[in-house]
C-alpha cells in the first residue's frame, strides 16, 4: 500500500505564494525522482519541475525564477515553493513520485497522486 497525496493548494492573489507538498506513504523502500505537473481546464498537463534522489532540480521556463522544488528524505515529502503567482498559474497540481516498494524492491513504479488545485485570482 503506497500513497503520494499532495497539499498546500488553495486561493490566492496574484503576486502571493504558497508552498505544496507532497507526502509518500507506505510501504517504501525508496522515493527516487519526483516531478510536479499541473493541468488547467481544457489544457494538457504540463511538467512543471522535477527533483532526482541526489536533489537535481529542473524546473519549467514558464516557471523558473519563481517556483523552487526541493526534498525532505526523512519525511519522505518533496515541496514545491510558489512564489509571485500570476492567475496563468491557476491548475490543478499533480504530484508523480518514483518509488521503489519493499514488497517489489527491484524495479520502481510510478505513483500519481489526486491533486490539489491552485486558483490565483487577478
Known amino acids: 500500500q503506497v500513497q503520494v497525496v499532495e497539499s498546500g493548494g488553495g486561493l490566492v492573489q496574484a503576486g502571493g505564494s504558497l508552498r505544496l507538498s507532497c507526502a509518500a506513504s507506505?510501504?517504501?523502500?525508496?522515493?527516487?525522482?519526483v516531478s510536479w505537473y499541473r493541468q488547467a481546464p481544457g489544457r494538457q498537463r504540463e511538467l512543471v519541475a522535477s527533483i532526482t534522489i541526489n536533489s537535481r532540480t529542473k524546473n519549467a521556463d514558464s516557471v523558473k525564477g519563481r517556483l523552487t522544488i526541493s526534498r525532505d528524505n526523512d519525511k519522505m515529502t518533496v515541496y514545491q515553493q510558489m512564489n509571485s503567482l500570476k492567475p496563468e498559474d491557476t491548475a490543478v497540481y499533480y504530484c508523480n513520485a518514483l518509488i521503489t516498494t519493499r514488497t517489489s524492491y527491484v524495479r520502481p513504479s510510478d505513483y500519481w497522486g489526486q491533486g490539489t488545485q491552485v486558483t490565483v485570482s487577478s
Open positions: 507506505g510501504n517504501i523502500f525508496s522515493l527516487n525522482s
